[in-house]
């Protein structure tokens, strides 16, 4: 990604990153995007670095992308329901890192079960951070639940934030360690 600057076009809400704290960024100040991945955007304002969603990509002057889902129309089964759900987690991005969660090692449980109504389903995500003090915790764990949400078929998200065990490079997948330089 190009650290070209930008000027922001309208105030925009962003992430302090790694604190995660809400800021608004006005209308005027200069960019420099490091990252755009999975929907959202990693930029840098005098010196700081925030996390802007997706939905704001405007305000960088960037069109807005709706992101499709691979379900198509027609009757879903629930192997093709999981199957979308883990492309969904592999769009969710650390904003300081450029490797997704799910090959980060950072995704240790996804449990899919059908409710009562119809095509309807229950999605239980147990993750990590890299870090357990990281700030952006709750960003990344709203992140994983908006984007399963947005599912159809899927009426019911539960993401926790869990710590054992203690991750490590260790869990990441060699393409990401290979991405990462770490190999």
């Known amino acids: 990604m190009s650290s070209e600057p930008v000027i922001l076009v309208r105030d925009v809400e962003a992430s302090v990153v790694p604190i995660g704290t809400k800021v608004t960024l006005?209308?005027?100040?200069?960019?420099h995007i490091t990252q755009s991945l999975g929907g959202s955007h990693t930029v840098v304002v005098n010196g700081n670095m925030f996390r802007i969603e997706g939905r704001?990509?405007?305000a960088l002057g960037l069109e807005v992308v709706q992101r499709k889902t691979g379900l198509g129309f027609g009757p879903v089964t629930q192997e093709q329901l999981e199957k979308e759900i883990w492309?969904?987690?592999?769009s969710c991005f650390d904003p300081e890192i450029p490797v997704n969660i799910v090959d980060l090692g950072l995704i240790y449980d996804c449990h899919v079960e059908p409710l009562a109504a119809a095509n309807s389903y229950k999605v239980d995500v147990k993750m990590t951070l890299t870090a357990p003090g990281c700030g952006m915790g709750p960003v990344l764990q709203q992140d994983v639940?908006?984007?399963?949400i947005s599912l159809e078929l899927v009426d019911d998200v539960n993401?926790?934030?869990?710590?054992?065990?203690?991750w490590n490079q260790g869990m990441m997948t060699e393409a990401a360690k290979l991405q990462l330089g770490l190999l």
């Open 56 to 58: 704001d990509a405007d």
């Open 145 to 148: 639940q908006n984007k399963l």
């Open 26 to 31: 006005q209308k005027g100040e200069t960019a």
């Open 159 to 166: 993401v926790e934030l869990v710590w054992e065990p203690q």
């Open 87 to 90: 492309n969904q987690l592999r």
